[in-house]
């Protein structure tokens, strides 16, 4: 059977690329239903793009990469579409959209642009192999028991990355991409939870507070959560795409502002008052009670001189921590690192060596902080490459 092009992956970015890749367009995934993530994400809500997005919020081996898809198909352009279709949302917090209903609209959504594209959808279908025979690509394929051999001018590798290997998630765009002679950078779990293999947090776990998390240059003001395997909540899941192992993270428990000036006004007007009492009136009490077991917090406020308080600011504000490790692909939100971006055409997503091949999505290295930036590159990527194959002659 011949395709004009062949998309494997329905996800995000696949799906979008089928909307505008012309006639002629086959989709291929192994699983049942497609945008799989999209529907679990965002708690069933889809935190479907950012109204900040911008090349500030990725990471990428080649920074600059990912500026021209996003300038050319931007957030404004998903929002649009998503108002033509009448799905309602809202913003929750820093600029993050969610559907009013349910992530499946978008998906939805999605089918209903590739329905209006004539764009086919081929689900529980096994990529066997992939080759190219120097004018077009030939894709075997299982599907219902049988093998067939489908023959395209354009491949496009929408499989996504390694994470959550439990929805589907596989190498497949990795391995293509070596078979094509394709870089591929070191991936790793990025967005996921930190472990600490003695279970320090266990006790308090389930507390949250909002933090100033840094490492390795980047900081987040947002929201952490002890839990009974270490630490999580956006601060943490933010903070890990820049961790390295075995690097200490360090926490600002008052990303407001030093404590330092009210503890001594305090002193001053309550000196007979408990230190940890006092301090469980900016900080959770079960946090203050973890914090008294790894350091002196004995004593009423008026026992502190200025240097103790001075210093004791100065710990809170600096908490280091040194992770075990993360909770890796099993329930990481994105893969950093992926399909080397000197590839590819930053304007068309199409592999420089290898014409028809594109590379869209997550399998590109490029990864979006938490809060919508990553559906934003799977629009814009897809977006891009979807015109570029409607373009070509
Ligand atoms: C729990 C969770 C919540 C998330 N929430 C958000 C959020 O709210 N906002 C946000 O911006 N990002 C979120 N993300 C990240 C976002 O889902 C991904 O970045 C995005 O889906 C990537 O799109 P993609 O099309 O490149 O890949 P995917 O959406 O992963 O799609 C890849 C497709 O390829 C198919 N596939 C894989 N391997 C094969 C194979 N060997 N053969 C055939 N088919 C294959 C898969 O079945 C899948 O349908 C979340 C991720 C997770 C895991």
Redesign the pocket.
Known sequence: MTWNTLI????????MCAAHAGGRTLV????KA?????R???GGR????NMYAGPQNFLSANPHFCKSALSRYTQWDFIDLITRHGIAYHEKTLGQLFCDTSAKEIIAMLRAEMDAAHAELWLQ???VSVAHTGTEFVVEIEKDGLRQTLNAKNLVL????K??PK????G?AYDIAHQFGLAVTDTRAG?VPFTFSDGRFTPIAGVAHPVRASANGAQFDEAMLFTHRGLSGPAMLQISSYWQETHSISLNLFPNGDPFEELRTRRQAQGRRNLTTELATLLPSRLVEHLSGIMDLSGNLADQSDSALRSLCDVLQHWELQPSGTEGYRT???TLGGIDTNALSSKTMEAKAVPGLYV????VDVT?W?????????WSS?WAAGKAIAGRP
């Open positions: 494997l992956g329905a996800g995000a970015a696949g799906m291929l995934d192994h699983a497609a945008g799989e993530k999209i679990i994400s965002g889809c935190n479907f793009t279908t096994k990529i929408a499989t996504g990355g994470s959550i929805m589907g998630a596989t497949l967005l990481a939100e994105v869209i999505g997550e399998a979006g938490l809060g919508g930036f990553n559906f934003q590159w799977a897809g």
